[in-house]
């Protein structure tokens, strides 16, 4: 692979492109378009903006990501969890309907595109695994509960602002009072046919006997057939009259050149919220697309996902749209539908470029109601709770990460809330660090293997003490090995021999390798060596780096074996 | 030990209190209020407070850490580190020599010593640790250079503003024109003689005959002679009639009671500072108070020194002090002169009364060159550049962070740079675990120890593979396990059995688990047996929780050696 497929990978798949790579593809395309459509405006109602901003979304940046991603089936657009952080990134800036909301919008994508790519070329994927999979999953369930709250209004017809459970609710009930009958009847009705789409539709349509191909197009094109059936209500029964909010005049053109805003103290204001959008789109769309290539054995390269991820971005802010990633549901049906390059989303592409230029006089009745009810059946799917269970039985420091992030995001919104769960995670894991487990261990009879001493039955002997240090040494816990060396030597006057077990040390840092020196020095004055066995090769070579070894007053051995072999005279 | 006896540590000693003790730790407390002196009118004017502030500061604090601390020979007052940090916070807030000034500086000791004794209660001591031995010798280094340098504008009698190295070096050679020639005299005379003292006086002495008891008293009083010696020659030679700064007016008085502010808004621009000289303040004073106790085989308890530096900050608050911790100079000659018991601490708290009541009038002509002079020669001491050599020789992440922690104290304050220092640390210990070190090991012949095939002479066989992973398996590396196994063993069509060597993995969050999970359905599907091997105690525990165990496709093996045994048939 040379260097520019390695930037370019279209350039890979391209050279082996035919005729029923092309079929599957068109066949994808149409499918993926069919179910955007209603996706797409929905997801730019719940980040604030007009609805042709989540079509303008969809269309550049699908092909860019195609150009430069290295996942063959991801679909990329607005998602439900990046367009609420939009939506409370927006919100401190500018009121939604303004000029200004609108040009935010572009510029946390430019900016959010420019880190991306950033991180990309200085291939700094890696800082993606410090979001630990518990703390993905209670952040996706705390923002699907959070997105489906906040889109009750939509379904009541009444106005609610705020980006936090208290703060919604508590503006849904101070409205309840002018809650619109007509919208909720629309609203509900599209959310319980929603929801029998997704459950209730196919198992029906296999009973009546259609082949399973056609239910499975049927329940994709569901949603479609609940936008139009709601938009014909509107306008038949001239219920915009009755003050249902439809979503009106849509400009029928192709994507709209743009330019975000280069005003410096509006890009610092958005310089955190980017961050962490682009963070948490990429790791919801590396682990879509490590998830569908594992199922075909291909393979995906994080630091060239981020440098896709950050076209897609900049594309989506030159082209009047705002920040996207790599979608779950959509990467997911595009998948399942056969698409077999990301020629496929090039396709896509185009036919949500027609729809932008040929169909939006049509979605002038529709509801912004059925909008809602689409992200709500949606995002639902989303929530589970299942994941404090797990992690409560398996580790109460898993569990008050997981519980942390869903109770923050709730409480005090998205930002606040991934950044406690990343931050907490890392705290309790460099707890755990800091007061290690620490073993005495003998040797197991029959064999040349060392277990502690408390939980096999093992042979010791009196005058040499061997403990295995379960952590690597390091500044944090230097100290705490030097107490506990202390505290099992100094009342136990049979002691000659000191012997740490390193099988589980992979690290010495500067502080450590002084307090080993100073544990040497405190044990020489009591009349007792140390010794060391099992010390890993760059552990080793590390301490031949200073002049450890040579003070050392016993010697380092091989194995724990020989070190109490040669200590007993056995040997 | 009772409950009482723990948090209030006079209660051991003071039992067992006698004459010897009591003759002991008069002679040492004498010694210390004569060093003492001059050392706290010096660190007021560092701190940028009136220099009685300096011996108020002395007094209180001191008897409090004598009830409730743990160490014996630990002196508790103002240290040249910490005054120049209440300096750096303070000059943010309210001008030198205002009313608001003082407040302010009564208000950061009082919050530090609530944090403190808040960190004591609830057992927080352990938080110190996360200070790595460089980054404090380089905080330490380059906070010298901050004080000798910010302390040439006494020498030259200019005024020069400024917090950080190069703000300080631009005032200084802004008013390099007004240089004071007599007070560049006296503060040059003043340094010279104080080095020599250091290090001349003692030899000459004993050259001289004089026992080497004397030699030494002679050498903690030099300073004050110094002082005695330059006010003589301002007061007979009227040189403050040619603009040589003195001390001026010093009330005769016993500590004030003085209460801090209670203002919201600026308690809350001095919580961050306030923290940070707590952390500083706490780590300085139990390294010092561990390196003696050590000497004398006694313990110090860090949660309970906590409370006792909590305690004596608060009685700073209350008697028109400042910040104080436990000082490395005050405490190594309260221990060379023989101090027994914290009882010292109280008679040298009753001697620096007697002169806050009775010698302030004398000090009215001493110039304040001396004082700067003093600070000068104690600071310099602490410089030391090695650190950066020993840290570059033995690993550059150590070195990174003492680099960045003297080039950002330097170059940005004591605030930042000690953050920065922290910080980097902490990211570098991380990131190391990012990417672990996985060896491939085998059996070394003749023995049941297993090793890297890289670096020693072992056995393997073609159809078992076994990694040994360096690293505690968690949320950041598990990724990075799943990729290294695939690589492994995707290509190499003869393998049948993965064994996963444990030893150095000492825990595995429930991200890892899932990993785990990931790896052996991966393998599964290739064909792939996993095995683990030497899973300790704890880690075996917690997998015992989840059904990762019962979905294995292998087993798990007491030792490595058992594993091969059976795998290859040979047990």
Redesign the interface.
Known sequence: MNNLERYLPAMVWAKTYDRSALSNDLIAALIVTIMLIPQSLAYALLAGLPPEAGLYASIVPIMLYALFGTSRALAVGPVAVVSLMTAAALGDIAAQGTMGYGVAALSLAGLSGVMLLGMGLLRLG?VA???????IAGFITASGILIAVSQMKHILGVSAQGHTLPEILAELLAHLGQTNPVTVVIGGLAVGLLFWLRKGLRPALVRLGVPRGAADIAVKAGPVAVVVLTTLAVWLFKLEAADVKIVGTVPQSLPPFTLPSFDLGLLRQLLLPAALISIIGFVESVSVAQTLA?KKRQRIDPDQELIGLGAANIGAALTGGFPVTGGFSRSVVNFDAGAQTPAAGAFTAIGLAFAALALTPLIYFLPKATLAATIIVAVLSLVDFSILR??W???K??FAAVFVTIALTLGFGVEIGVSAGVGL??AL??Y??????I?EVGQ?PG???F??VR?HQVITHPNIVTLRM???L???????LEDAIHNRVAGDGAVEHVVLLC?????I???A??SLEMINE?LREMGVTLHLS?V???VMD?LE??HFLSELSGQVF??Q??AVQTLTGAA
């Open positions: 890696f695994n410090f979001l630990s999979h518990p703390v594992a797990r992690s039985a398996y580790s420091a898993d995670s890392i894991h460099l755990k660090s800091l007061r290690p487990h073993a197991v064999s040349e293997h277990r502690n939980r379960d952590e690597s390091y500044f944090a816990n230097a100290r705490f099988s589980a040390i992979n690290e840092d500067l502080s390798l002084e405190r099992e890993k090769g760059p590390r780096q200073g091989l194995s074996y020989t």
